[in-house]
Every structure is written in C-alpha cells, then in structure tokens.
C-alpha cells in the first residue's frame, strides 16, 4: 500500500502499532501530522564554543548564558556538610567543564551514562579550583553521531516539544529524529503545496516540501529561517484573506439605508453644544456621513483614546437615523454605562423631538416587555442597553444603525450576532483601546477605521502619583481641597481575590469608615456592581448632579463614565490593576478644563522604586522584564498619558494575545507568528492577499483553487471572519 499524508504512521518503517499509540498521545496520529509537528527550538553547531573558549570568555567577564558540547568523563555525589551534591565531569576536545546539582539528585543519578554526548544549556562560572562550572543546566542528550560531527559538519540539530508522559515512555528527541527524518523521506514528495505558485514566486518564497524539510533539518540557518518566513507569511495570508472576503462581501451589498442627510434637527442639535467639535471629530462624522449616503451599509471602527469625544459622534449618527425614521441601538458593555449613556442622551436632548429607551438586564419584567412591545412596532428611538439588546426577545423591526461602545468588551461572536438580527443596518463600532496597527488589521481588518487622534482642546494633560498607602491621609487632605472648591473626586478599590464579595467588602468598609471619619462633613457616595440598577443610576445621577463631592466604587465605573467636574481619581492598591484598566479607570478624570490628578496608591516599597522601562526594554532580559513588571507597569502611568503608548509598554509586558484586555475578543491563535515581532510579514502578507482577492473574489480561476480548498480543510474555526459558503 502506498503511504500518503493521510495514512496512519504505523505504515512507517520503524513504527509498528504500539509506537503509533504513544505518538498519538501527543497529538500525533497521520503522515501529515508527524511532517508538521516541528520542532520547538535548535542547537546550531555555529554558536557552540569549546571549553577552553568558554573559560576564557567567564574568565574575562562574560556573565550569560551559553551552550557547550561534551560528553560524560565521570559523576559522583560529593557529601558538603549535611547535603549531597551531585557532579558530572564532561570533555570535549579542549579540556573538562562540569555540571552540578545541588538537589533532585535522585533524579539525575542514573541519567548520565559515560561516554553519552549531551549539549548542556547555562550560566557558566569559574570555580575556587579553577573548573568550568555550570549549575542546574539545561540539558540535551545527543545522539553519538550527530555529537561527533558536531562541529566539522553544518549541522542544526532539532529539539521537539515532547510532554512529560511519553518522554517517560521513551519517546526521546532522538527517537522523534529519526521517525520524522524516515516520515520525510518515504513522504516528503506527498505534501502539496499549499499557496499558489505566482505568490511563492512573486514573493520569494520557499516552497512547501523545502520548508517541511528544512524546519526539521535545516540545511543552514539561511533556509531556517527562509522555512519560518514562509510558513508565518502562509498564516497571516490565509486570516488576511478571510478579512478580505468578508469586506469585499460587504461592500457588495447595495441595499443598505441610503440616509438623507441635511437635518434641521442635527443643526440644531450642534448649534446647543456648548463645545465645538474637534477636526478628528469633524472628519470622523464626514467618514461616517459618506457611510450613512451610500447603499452599501457602515461597517466602521471608530478608535479614539479614552477622552477623545467618540460619544458625541455617535450620538450625532444616531440622530441622524432616527431622524430618517429608524430605529437605533447604542450598546455598551455595562450596565452602569448604559444608564450613563440613557441618562445624558435624556439630558443633552431635552426639548428636541427623539425618543431615549433604556433596556437592560435588571430592569423589572413590566418595564422590558413594555420596551420591546416599542421595539417590534417599529417606534424610531435610540434604544440604549447593555447585551440586553440582542436578547432573543428583543426585536426590531426598523433597525437602522447599530452602534456598539466600547467594543473590545465584546466578543467579535456578539458583534455579528447583533447585525444578523435585521437585514441590513449600518454599524459603529468604538473603542478606546489603542490598539497598533497590525492588530487592528488583523481584529478589526474587515471594518474601514476613523481615528479620533485628537483630544478637545481645553484638554490639561493629567498629572499622576505614585504614593504610599502610609501617605492616605494627606491624600484625603488634599481631596478635600479639592471638593472645598467644587469639584469632585473618584476612590476605587479593586476586585479582591476574584471574588465580587470580598470586592464588595472593601468598597463598602472604606465607604462607612470613611464616611463616619475623615469626610464626615462631604456627601459621600458609593457604588458597586451587586446593586440594583435603579440604585445604580440613583447613585450616578447623584454624582452627575453633584449631590455627591466624593464616589467610593469598586471597579464598575472602569469604562466610559463621564463626569466632567471630577478631577480627582484615587486608585488604591494600584499595583493590583492591569495597565489598560488603570489607563481607563484613570481616563475618568481629566475631561473638564481642570487640572487631573490621578494618584495610585500602593505599598510604601512599590511606591519608592522608579523604572522607567521603555528606555531599555530592548535590553532588559525576559527575566528582568517579569520580575519588574508591576513596577514597571506603575512607573508607566506616571510617565505616559497616551493610550498607544501605553499600550505599546502593555503588548512588551504581556504579549498580544493579552494586550488590553483583547484576550477573549477572537484574535486568532497563530501557530507561527506572532503579531508583535512579524508585523512586516503581516503587511506583506496583506498586501499579497488583499490583492488576490479583489483581483478574483470568488477565487474561481485555476490558480487560486488552492487556496479555496485551503480555507475550507485547514482554517474553517477562523470562518467568523468571512462570509463565504
Ligand atoms: P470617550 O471618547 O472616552 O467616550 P466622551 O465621548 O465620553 O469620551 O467625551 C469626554 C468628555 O469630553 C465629555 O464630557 C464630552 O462632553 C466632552 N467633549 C466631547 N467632545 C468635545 C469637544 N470637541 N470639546 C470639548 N469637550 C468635548
Ligand atoms: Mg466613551
């Protein structure tokens, strides 16, 4: 029988059924499987040192890693004082260098066999005797040939990924070696190419049984890394294809609302604002004014920094589809939000002729059904809610224009489940999250982009503190001087241990302590996620009405809350907030004419150390980088105001899946990029596929079958991203 792909790897020389159990434990049960689990890291012969070299190299100061070859003279336990130690003496053609363990020793006794070769993996020092030593290195068995040859041949050898489990059942690298290096000769001839050979050529890439090959057993570094390019440039084509099908199907849509623009109302409107709009807001409502003419419906992203006024184009696009007689939905995340947004769309349209609904989870039965009765009747409003909204009982009739605040609070699953609702509506999406460019593209890649990047003018840059805990009381003096001359001021406690009671705890304790002490002369509020919305937007109101100089909350009032004459914001126990939650619980402040303070409260050893990371991230070790982080982080929000910024120092700290919070909001999970290090691959690879699909969007010619058949076997899970059948 011929061996394909698809065959089991039994049918492999070398591997009979029980093998073939034990591979399937990892994952691995075709030909097609094993030529593509590839390995995890390399050992290239060009970065080896002997150990003469190495010593010279410690002796003279070097204090990093680094890797050596040996193979084993001799181990012993040696006894120092109550402990045992245990030492394996290795040489190479130079000389010893030897390796020592100071525990587990049961574990390595038997390990190291005389005359095995290994590559061993550390810091080296130099000992009191004058030996080359390495401490708890990493380690690699090598098999005698590959050792041999190690350094007159060209040779990079593979290292896998292998679990605990079958590495206990001897499934060893070198086993892995040698059944892949068979798999690539009976088979290699088998794999299909799996791009297009105009863009291989065009682009200069390897092709698909050269990087199969040349990933397991690199034939210099040169191909490596060619092998890497091509399967990162293959992955970011295919999401970046899927992004284009979907907006060049959008775009094909011709019977979206065509809205009459010119309305007194707006006019109007405008002309009662006590602010004028910014140019960023005046060219965001003219990207949007051209959406809203034409037939094809907006599917827009409007990206602004928290501050930047993306509220009151929304609401100016809202208005503009009630006026044409839709129906509107604002959506935000939270509930407290909602009620903010209901509350002042009330307020800013007091005496013009719109309707404000409000429709949110907690809302009593009588008062929902009473709102969705309105919304099937097709009445024109702007219904203001939280998910709420595309709840199965809500529907629309009329609905003309879906906005949705905040959107990277949402999955990317909720944001199409509103839009399939109707037919046709337009849609905005905001966001705050100043996110780069490559992940906008890559998140974000079917909506076209209006980016808010300026701040309204009256604008006083926020200053921000890191103080103690021990210095709260002369942070509550200094509130006090502050409300004394009629501003307001936030005091946010975080989220304790996960738990929405402990939370609760402290807010409240703060609350009653701090209110019976200390501000007993001030109207103190609090607010929190467990009460009822009506108390919610009592206590909001409140604040907003200036009832209240002081609101004691927990995190609920993180995102979008807008209360202008608050120019104080206290965050304790800072160092327990992600960045982009302190940014945005910071961006609560500093949206009036006065002077922001934003002070962090932390403990009195955090609050004295100073890092200023971004000058030397490219020089700090990964170690470096996580045992500094929360101080790092702290130092960044007293150092930087501007959200890309931020997010920049966020995205090195935690990696792009994590940035911001986009965790859950449908990034695909590459296997072989990584959206911060191959942003120029991502460009590329854009270009490339953005090109072939407007060039043949049904990917109907013969050359681009392949990849039509592509999507369909390997990237099906990443079909949100497309309308294709
Ligand atoms: P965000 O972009 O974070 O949603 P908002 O829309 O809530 O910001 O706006 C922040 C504050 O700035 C609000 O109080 C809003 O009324 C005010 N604002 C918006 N645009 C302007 C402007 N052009 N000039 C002055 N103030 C403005
Ligand atoms: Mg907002």
């Known amino acids: 029988m011929a061996i394909t792909l698809n065959s089991s790897i039994q049918y492999l020389k070398s591997i009979g059924p029980k093998r073939a159990e034990l591979f399937s434990t990892i994952g691995i049960k075709t030909v097609r499987d094993l030529l593509y689990y590839f390995p995890s890291r390399y050992l290239d012969r060009t970065t080896i040192l002997d ?348 609905l003309g224009l879906v906005i949705i605040d905040e959107q990277h609070r949402f999955g990317v699953a909720q944001r199409s489940d509103l839009i399939t609702k109707s037919f046709t509506p337009d849609v905005l999406v905001m966001t705050a999250t100043p996110i780069p460019r490559t992940l906008t593209m890559t998140l974000y890649g079917d909506l076209d982009v209006s980016i808010i990047d300026e701040m309204p003018k009256d604008r006083i840059p926020i200053k921000t503190y890191l103080r103690s805990d021990k210095k709260l009381d002369k942070i509550y003096k200094f509130i006090i001087d502050s409300v004394d001359k009629g501003l307001q001021a936030f005091i946010v406690y975080p989220l304790v241990e996960d738990s929405d009671k402990l939370d609760l705890k402290a807010a409240e304790t703060y609350y009653n302590e701090l209110n019976n002490s200390v501000f007993s002369n001030y109207n103190v509020g609090l607010i929190h996620g467990k009460m009822k919305w009506n108390e919610k937007k009592e206590v909001m109101q409140k604040f907003s009405d200036k009832e209240f100089d002081i609101l004691i909350s927990t995190t609920v009032i993180e995102v979008g809350i807008d209360i202008p004459n608050a120019n104080i914001i206290v965050i304790n126990d800072a160092h327990r907030f992600g960045l982009s939650q302190l940014h945005q619980l910071r961006g609560r402040i500093g949206r009036g004419s006065e002077q922001g303070h934003c002070i962090l409260v932390t403990s009195e050893e955090l609050s004295k150390k100073q890092f200023d990371a971004t000058f030397s991230f490219d020089f700090l070790s990964d170690a470096q980088i996580q045992k500094n982080k929360t101080i790092i982080r702290l130092n960044a929000l007293v150092n930087y105001t501007s959200g890309f910024k931020l997010a920049e120092i966020d995205m090195k700290l935690r990696g792009p899946g994590d940035i911001f919070g986009l965790k859950q909001s449908g990034l695909p999970d590459f296997k072989y990029a990584n959206l911060v290090e191959d942003q120029d691959i991502l460009l590329k690879a854009k270009q490339v596929a953005f090109e072939t699909i407007e060039n043949d969007p049904q990917l109907s010619s013969d050359k681009n079958e392949v990849i039509k058949n592509n999507i369909k076997q390997f990237y099906k899970n990443n079909f949100h991203y497309s309308n294709i059948a």
Request: net charge positive; hydrophobic share 40%.
């Open 51 to 398: 150990s003469s070299k190495v010593f010279k190299f410690v002796a003279s100061g070097y204090n990093n890693e680094i890797t050596i070859v040996g193979k084993v003279a001799d181990t012993e336990e040696i006894r120092y004082g109550k402990k045992n130690i245990f030492k394996v003496t290795f040489k190479d053609d130079k000389g010893f260098f030897e390796c020592v363990w100071f525990s587990g020793i049961k574990f390595f006794r038997n390990r190291f066999k005389e005359d095995d070769y290994y590559a061993i993996s550390a810091k080296p020092v130099i000992t009191r005797y004058g030996h080359l030593q390495f401490a708890h290195p990493d380690f690699d068995k090598l098999d005698s040939e590959e050792s041999l040859n190690f350094r007159n041949t060209g040779k990079i050898i593979p290292f896998y990924k292998i679990p605990q489990n079958p590495k206990k059942q001897n499934l060893s690298d070198l086993s892995l070696r040698r059944v892949i290096s068979s798999a690539v000769e009976q088979c290699i001839n088998e794999i299909e190419e799996t791009l297009p050979k105009e863009i291989i050529e065009n682009n200069n890439l390897l092709n698909i049984k050269s990087t199969v090959k040349n990933k397991h057993f690199p034939e210099s570094s040169g191909l490596l890394e060619r092998a890497n390019y091509r399967l990162k440039f293959e992955e970011f084509f295919y999401i970046e294809s899927l992004i284009a099908l979907k907006k060049l199907n959008n775009k094909k849509i011709q019977n979206g609302i065509k809205y009459k623009l010119n309305i007194p109302l707006v006019k109007d409107f405008l002309n009662s604002l006590k602010f004028e709009l910014t140019n960023a807001q005046l060219k965001t409502l003219h990207e949007i004014r051209l959406d809203m003419e034409s037939a094809t419906p907006m599917n827009r992203l409007v990206q602004g920094d928290v501050g930047s006024g993306k509220t009151i184009v929304a609401l100016i696009a809202l208005l503009i589809a009630v006026s044409n007689g839709k129906q509107t939905a604002f959506m935000a995340p939270t509930e407290i939000l909602a009620i903010q947004h209901f509350y002042n769309l009330q307020t800013m349209l007091k005496g013009f002729p719109v309707e404000v609904e409000l429709l949110i989870g907690g809302q009593r039965k009588k008062e929902k059904d009473a709102t969705y009765e309105k919304m099937s009747n097709g009445a024109p409003a702007i219904y203001v809610g939280t998910h709420a909204l595309i709840e199965e009982k809500a529907n629309f009739s009329n």
